[in-house]
């Protein structure tokens, strides 16, 4: 399984690489379909042979960008079947105090760890891929609502740090 | 004469559920809610009743669990008391009105 690092330079591989020459060919092909028809039946020159250069590339392009998708794609799925979610989260956790992480964020990711283990059992008792979506849109959900926790819980964790402060002084 | 506590409807539901339910994890008061209550916030609204000493917790792990341990709520009697107080308020206001 490749390492986070390595997972981000692919992802930044394949925008870079092979987004921008496909964007490219995709607005040749879409917009200047007579200007090929005239390159292709004409001799050519030396603009001819630069566009044609340019779609020879936007379309290896295009197909790495389709190579680098699938993947992505396929990896993610790996992942999902075998790595628990919510190593970030947790690491994230560590930036509040004791008592708020024990008693309201690691509930919070337990519920989503739960419920995703719960579908991808589903998943491999049925085989049915409808499970294997599910299992995904709870690691989804799972980070919303550790997001709505920190959101809901910051104002009160700084108010009250505040108020220490305040009776200290 | 001393005031009732202020309820929310939230906190009414949750102490309702512990009330009658007994002890539960906060996912099983999230699903019993049917949409009252959301994952996001039923863990801080918890933590609040945890500190007016209305709900108190404890930590569940089993053995040979993996991930970070599951947290049990169950109702106090200062929440149970405040609990029913609110309902024979809101019940005493309703024969009220009527």
Redesign the interface.
């Given at each position: 399984m490749p390492s986070v690092g390595w997972r981000i330079a692919a992802f930044g591989g394949v925008i870079v690489s092979g987004l921008i020459p496909a964007l490219y060919t995709t607005t040749l092909w879409a917009y200047f379909p007579y200007k090929f028809a005239r390159l292709l039946s004409s001799y050519p020159d030396f603009l001819s042979v630069y566009r044609l250069g340019a779609l020879c590339l936007g379309s290896a392009g295009l197909g790495g960008f389709c190579i680098g998708l699938a993947f992505l794609v396929i990896n993610s799925q790996a992942r999902s079947l075998n790595k628990?979610p919510g190593n970030l989260l947790?690491a994230a956790s560590e930036f509040f105090s004791r008592r708020?992480r024990?008693?309201?964020?690691?509930?919070?990711?337990?519920?989503m760890?739960?419920?995703h283990i719960e579908a991808l059992a589903e998943f491999h008792a049925t085989g049915r891929n409808l499970y294997l979506w599910k299992a995904r849109i709870v690691v989804a959900?799972?980070y919303?609502?550790?997001?709505?926790?920190v959101i809901?819980?910051t104002p009160?964790s700084f108010a009250k740090w505040i108020l220490k402060l305040w009776k200290a002084v | 004469m001393q005031d009732i506590p202020r309820l929310s409807k939230k906190e009414r539901l949750i102490l309702d559920h512990l009330i009658h339910q007994g002890e539960a994890f906060g996912l099983e008061l999230v699903k019993a809610s049917s949409g009252e209550l959301k994952r996001g916030t039923v863990y801080v609204t918890l933590s609040r009743m945890a500190d007016k000493g209305y709900v108190e917790s404890r930590q569940v792990k089993e053995r040979d669990e993996n991930g970070p341990p599951k947290r049990a709520f169950r109702a106090t009697g200062h929440g149970a008391r405040v609990f029913h107080a609110w309902e024979m308020a809101q019940t005493a206001w309703v024969g009220g009105l009527a």
């Open positions: 628990p947790a708020v024990t008693e309201v964020l690691e509930p919070t990711l337990r519920d760890l739960d419920e959900r799972g919303w609502s550790f997001g709505t926790v809901a819980q009160l | -």
